[in-house]
């Protein structure tokens, strides 16, 4: 009986050391942005850094889109293999309430495998602006409700979701002006066409140098300040408490991706995230990196999902 059932077994046995051991071939992390922004560079410098430790090239394949759906369906239908992962970020948790219907399911669809850095959003004043400090901001919309101006990119970025959080936190009556991009915010912001502007450090730090066309970061958006502008206060420092916002990016891989391969492309994240090299360059981008595990990626994922649920629906924004 007992070698009728290792005949039984054998079977199985050779099929699992036929197997090579993962990783066996090139990894492509999907891109759900263009080339050259924050998350591109984001995920070419940390996928370098994979390919060391895994043995095996990481290739970048951009899919831009808008909501980050194309890129992020790609990777909800392909083989839950680890051969074929997914750069998350805060688009993924706002598609989920800002989209009526989206071809796959926000949190079910994918297994998270990591974080790799947070970045930071500001407030953004001209040079010659008047207003200081998140104080004189706040004071000065008080003073004539409805009369401050707010530049954002699209309506349902993550900056302009922030900014209406904002209004809501600090409790104040403000209008926010929607841009195209951030160059056009930008040229908005230096001549005077808006009061301030929500954006991520990385694109507005090459125009914070003293000048006529310069601009100035009032605050952060998190909750600690960034180390390359040690000098720059939180929203929290500066007298909304409640005020939080930091956006992130991570790796996860298509759903029921095998728990040992998972354990193993997060390690090599954390020997990756790890390095201090690697640490100054995405700090140059205005990231913060910061590995964690694929329990507490789960975890960011649906709480950011629920926390931007709750601001689409304060702002009434149309779903899409």
């Known amino acids: 009986m007992k070698y009728l059932l290792l005949l039984a077994l054998l079977p199985a046995w050779l099929s699992a050391q036929a197997q090579p051991a993962f990783p066996a071939k090139p990894i492509t992390i999907i891109v759900p942005f263009g080339a050259g922004g924050v998350a591109d560079i984001t995920a070419r410098t940390v996928g370098q850094a ?4 895994l043995k095996q090239p990481v290739i970048i394949e951009n899919r831009p889109s808008a909501g980050a759906i194309v890129g992020s369906s790609a ?17 993924n948790a706002v598609s989920a309430g ?5 071809p796959y399911e926000p949190v079910k669809a994918f297994t998270p495998i990591g974080t790799l850095g947070y970045f930071d ?16 901001m706040v004071a000065h919309a008080k003073a004539q409700p409805g009369k401050l101006t707010i530049g954002t990119i699209a309506v349902g970025s ?7 959080m904002f209004k809501t936190t600090a409790g104040i009556d403000a209008l926010i002006v929607p841009y ?27 125009h914070m140098a003293p000048g006529p066309k310069a601009l100035r970061p009032l605050a952060v958006t998190s909750d600690r300040r960034f180390p390359g502008l040690p000098n720059v206060p939180t929203v929290q420092e500066s007298g909304v408490p409640k005020y939080n916002v930091a956006s ?37 981008l205005g990231v913060r990196a910061q590995a964690s595990t694929p329990a507490e990626a789960a975890q960011l994922l649906s709480s950011e999902i629920q926390r931007w649920k709750q601001v689409i629906v304060t702002a009434k924004l149309s779903l899409q």
């Open 50 to 53: 994979m390919s060391v430790s």
């Open 75 to 91: 990777v909800a239908n392909a083989a839950p293999d680890g051969y074929t992962l997914l750069l998350m970020s805060n688009a």
């Open 98 to 102: 800002l989209f009526r219907k989206l």
């Open 121 to 136: 959003l500001a407030l953004f004043v001209a040079d010659k602006s008047p207003m200081k400090t998140v104080q004189d």
């Open 158 to 164: 993550t900056q302009n979701l922030a900014a209406e």
């Open 180 to 206: 195209n991009g951030t160059p056009a915010l930008q040229t908005a912001l230096m001549a005077g066409q808006v009061d301030v502007g929500f954006e991520v450090l990385s694109p507005m730090m090459s």
């Open 248 to 284: 992130w990016n991570a790796l996860a891989a298509p759903a029921g991706t095998p728990a040992p391969v998972i354990e193993k492309l997060n390690a090599a994240i954390r020997e990756a995230v790890g390095k201090p090299e690697l640490q100054q360059r995405l700090q140059t």
